[in-house]
């Protein structure tokens, strides 16, 4: 994972490179899958005041700066992600409430889907897992 | 219950194996597994290792321990331990805050996570012969010990949110297991145990079958009763059948660990409204009926697919139970906490 400005007052930015470094650590079957799914397609994605790229890389997954080519755009926040993986709400719900919002046209979406299945598949396989969800519980209180 | 209790030492029997002697490639597993039933309250606690490769190496152990507890409503955690720690002769076990101790007269389970509305510490006296299934085949290659004390004496405390229950003489089931198999594989397993609301009654049953994932296949059925600590039936083979009526139609009240509901939103939990399974040996002859009340699902992920889920349902319920062993009527309302695995 590599990532292009300093980490510390950006919390989506520092939690999803852990979790990307811990994807390919611990499950890097899940990593090489994830490589797969987002090899065609970037990804945008904006966390609160924060705004990152997600892509596939030589070798693993960078974070970067937006990228200009990004066919899908997704707008969250810290709380709503932290909700959905305690389970008090569901992606459905959040969409349905404007604290998730996805862009892209219906085949794209379809991937990105994939890829955050993808993802969270491997995070739950992955024993250092809960501690991510335990800082990301932190970070989600502070935002 | 006393001379069958002398006889019994979990210390000598009953401790971690760690590690199976027939060491392979394919995940080893080992669990103990207490159950305690109390007038308002179901507790399942269970301290699960796991590793990656056969062998259960210490560098390659993953403790979990898992709370389950159920009031007016269930409360439960699934709690990560990275190095559980196991005293060399097996018999005391720390995953992170929460431990068991396994003595000559029993069991010490201590639970604490008060961030989580659970703590617990409770001592487990085995009342019942306990009964040992050696290398059961799972599945092709994969092989499970399972020991089981159908019937336990509980005494202690647990503290749910503000709630606390003090034990004393509650009844508790207890089973421990080991073995090599990965989740995924082309298995599943029912099992229940059922203890008597009436603390005076003396009776446990326990019922397990194994099936393929496809439950197509029954490889194993077999149910077992105590009465006063004696194991007084045992039936299996075309001995004993049961019969699943309907479907459950209500959500699982919980789901864990939490994450994984979100990629396995498909609550669907394909548990019976209703199961009656009976058994007889010779001219003895016993039949329970188990009407679900709740549930929760733990959720796990699928060591062999990458997005593959197996989810083991915990069901909870009133059972009755009747029949005759031995030219004696044993008859009675019970409890039952059944284990209903699908892939």
Same mark, same amino acid.
């Given at each position: 994972v590599s990532s292009s400005s300093s980490?510390?007052?950006?919390?989506?930015?520092? %939690?999803?490179?852990?979790?990307?470094?811990?994807?390919?650590?611990?499950?890097p079957a899940h990593r090489d899958l994830l490589c797969g799914t987002l090899a065609a397609?970037?990804?945008?994605?904006?966390?609160?005041?924060?705004?990152?790229?997600v892509r596939a890389a030589a070798g693993g997954l960078a974070i970067t700066e937006p990228a200009a080519s990004a066919r899908v755009t997704i707008r969250t926040d810290l709380a709503t992600a932290y909700a959905l993986l305690d389970a008090?709400?569901?992606?459905?719900?959040?969409?349905?409430?404007?604290?998730?919002?996805?862009?892209?046209?219906?085949?794209? %979406?379809?991937?990105?889907?994939?890829?955050?299945?993808?993802?969270?598949?491997?995070?739950?396989?992955c024993p250092s897992g809960a501690a991510l969800l335990r800082a990301l519980r932190s970070a989600s209180k502070e935002s | 219950m006393t001379g069958v209790a002398d006889q019994l030492d979990p210390a000598r029997d009953d401790f971690w194996r760690v590690r199976s002697p027939a060491a392979t490639s394919v995940p080893f597993k080992e669990w103990q597994h207490f159950i305690v039933l109390a007038p308002g309250l179901d507790l399942i606690l269970n301290f699960n290792?796991?590793?990656?490769?056969?062998?259960?190496?210490?560098?390659?152990?993953?403790?979990?321990v898992i709370a389950l507890a159920r009031t007016s409503r269930w409360t439960g955690i699934v709690d990560a331990a990275s190095r559980p720690e196991l005293s060399r002769d097996g018999c005391r076990a720390r995953f992170g *805050?929460?431990?068991?101790?396994?003595?000559?007269?029993?069991?010490?389970?201590?639970?604490?996570?008060?961030? *989580?509305?659970?703590?617990?510490?409770?001592? /487990?006296?085995p009342m019942a012969v306990p009964i040992t299934a050696r290398r059961q085949a799972l599945a092709p290659g994969r092989r499970l010990d399972w020991t089981l004390t159908a019937r336990l004496a509980v005494d202690g405390e647990v503290e749910l949110g503000d709630r606390t229950f003090a034990l004393v003489d509650a009844v508790g089931y207890h089973d421990h297991n080991w073995g090599h198999f990965a989740w995924g594989d082309d298995f599943t397993w029912e099992w229940c145990c059922v203890l008597p609301t009436d603390?005076?009654?003396?009776?446990?049953?326990?019922?397990?079958?194994?099936?393929?994932?496809?439950?197509?296949?029954?490889?194993? &059925?077999? /149910?077992?009763?105590?009465?006063?600590?004696?194991?007084?039936?045992?039936?299996?083979?075309?001995?004993?059948?049961?019969?699943? &009526?309907?479907?459950?139609?209500a959500r699982p009240e919980l789901r864990l660990?939490?994450?994984?509901?979100?990629?396995?939103?498909r609550i669907d939990s394909d548990v019976p409204r209703r199961l009656e399974v009976s058994a007889r040996s010779g001219a003895d002859h016993v039949a329970l009926?188990?009407?679900? &009340?709740?549930?929760?699902? /733990? /959720?796990?992920?699928?060591?062999?697919?990458?997005?593959?889920?197996?989810?083991?349902?915990?069901?909870v319920g009133p059972v009755e139970l009747a029949g005759r062993i031995a030219g004696q009527t044993i008859a009675g309302e019970g409890r039952g906490v059944f284990e209903l695995v699908r892939r």
């Open positions: 980490d510390a007052d950006l919390p989506a930015r520092r %939690l999803l490179g852990a979790a990307l470094d811990a994807l390919g650590r611990e499950a397609l970037a990804v945008n994605v904006h966390v609160d005041r924060e705004a990152l790229g008090r709400l569901t992606i459905l719900e959040a969409v349905r409430t404007g604290r998730l919002d996805a862009r892209g046209s219906a085949g794209d %979406l379809a991937v990105a889907a994939e890829a955050l299945s993808v993802f969270l598949h491997g995070l739950v396989r | 290792l796991s590793s990656s490769s056969g062998l259960g190496e210490p560098h390659d152990r993953l403790g979990r *805050d929460h431990r068991v101790e396994i003595r000559t007269t029993g069991y010490r389970v201590v639970v604490e996570a008060p961030a *989580d509305g659970i703590v617990a510490d409770l001592t /487990l006296r603390r005076a009654a003396d009776w446990a049953v326990v019922y397990s079958n194994l099936m393929n994932g496809a439950r197509t296949h029954l490889a194993l &059925e077999q /149910l077992f009763v105590w009465r006063s600590g004696l194991n007084v039936l045992a039936a299996g083979g075309l001995d004993v059948s049961a019969h699943a &009526e309907g479907r459950h139609r660990p939490r994450p994984m509901a979100v990629v396995q939103p009926g188990f009407a679900p &009340e709740s549930l929760v699902q /733990l /959720l796990v992920p699928s060591e062999l697919a990458p997005r593959g889920v197996v989810v083991i349902n915990e069901v």
